[in-house]
């Protein structure tokens, strides 16, 4: 069987770009230089014929079919991944750094996420803070926080802990909000 599809480094640099909404920030996660990871895409929309990004003066914004595109490209990564750690395990996927509102803090179970071992191929550090902008400046992939931020293009996923009746937020850009890392978080958070 001959499968049909474009290059996987045009693909990946789409996937992290759309991720970041940032061709330096996915130059930096790929190893690469911005202008690498531009030209990948460049050269991606041209064998698609499409543009997947409008390009602005403050940085990228997806267009709709990039928007449609990202999340199945992004689970054929994760399928690929899986693939490859059921054969090496020690392979590891890219980790989050979480940020999380000091108000927060009590509402997790102690010593949260370290508290289970499930959680540990996905979170690299956590650290005290509820300053959207460390998202834009790639200083943190998420925030967990008490309040929703309504910023920008970031997306909001509302929480609702167990026993508790106010939500907490899980706020990331919009191509991590699907990845296998942030699903596995939220699901931390909600079992």
Same mark, same amino acid.
């Given at each position: 069987m001959?499968?049909r599809?474009?290059?996987?480094?045009g693909?990946?640099?789409?996937?992290?770009?759309?991720?970041h909404?940032?061709?330096?920030?996915a130059a930096?996660?790929l190893?690469? $230089?911005?202008?690498?990871v %531009?030209q @990948?895409v460049k050269?991606? *929309?041209? =064998?698609?014929?499409?543009?997947?990004?409008?390009?602005?003066p @403050?940085?990228?914004?997806l267009?709709q079919?990039?928007t449609?595109y990202?999340?199945?490209?992004s689970?054929?990564?994760?399928?690929?991944?899986?693939?490859?750690?059921?054969?090496?395990?020690?392979?590891?996927?890219?980790?989050? %750094?979480?940020?999380?509102?000091?108000?927060?803090v009590?509402?997790?179970?102690?010593?949260w996420?370290?508290?289970?071992?499930?959680?540990?191929?996905?979170?690299r *550090?956590?650290r005290? $803070?509820?300053?959207v902008?460390?998202?834009?400046s790639?200083?943190?992939?998420?925030?967990?926080?008490?309040?929703?931020?309504?910023?920008?293009?970031?997306? *909001?996923q509302?929480v609702?802990? =167990?026993?508790?009746?106010?939500p907490?937020?899980?706020v990331?850009r919009?191509?991590l909000? *699907?990845c296998? @890392? %942030?699903?596995?978080?939220?699901e931390?958070? $909600? %079992?």
């Amino acid at each position: 069987m001959t499968y049909r599809f474009p290059s996987l480094n045009g693909l990946k640099a789409f996937e992290a770009a759309a991720r970041h909404l940032s061709f330096k920030a996915a130059a930096a996660e790929l190893g690469v $230089t911005a202008g690498a990871v %531009s030209q @990948q895409v460049k050269r991606l *929309e041209m =064998s698609l014929g499409i543009a997947l990004f409008r390009r602005l003066p @403050q940085g990228l914004l997806l267009t709709q079919e990039g928007t449609a595109y990202l999340p199945e490209i992004s689970r054929a990564f994760d399928v690929l991944t899986d693939a490859t750690e059921a054969i090496a395990p020690a392979l590891n996927g890219r980790k989050l %750094s979480i940020g999380l509102d000091p108000v927060v803090v009590d509402k997790l179970p102690k010593g949260w996420p370290r508290h289970t071992n499930e959680l540990k191929p996905y979170v690299r *550090e956590i650290r005290a $803070t509820r300053d959207v902008e460390l998202i834009w400046s790639n200083e943190v992939d998420a925030l967990i926080l008490a309040e929703a931020t309504r910023h920008g293009n970031l997306v *909001e996923q509302k929480v609702c802990l =167990s026993g508790d009746t106010a939500p907490i937020y899980f706020v990331t850009r919009p191509g991590l909000a *699907e990845c296998r @890392q %942030s699903r596995a978080i939220l699901e931390a958070l $909600t %079992s």
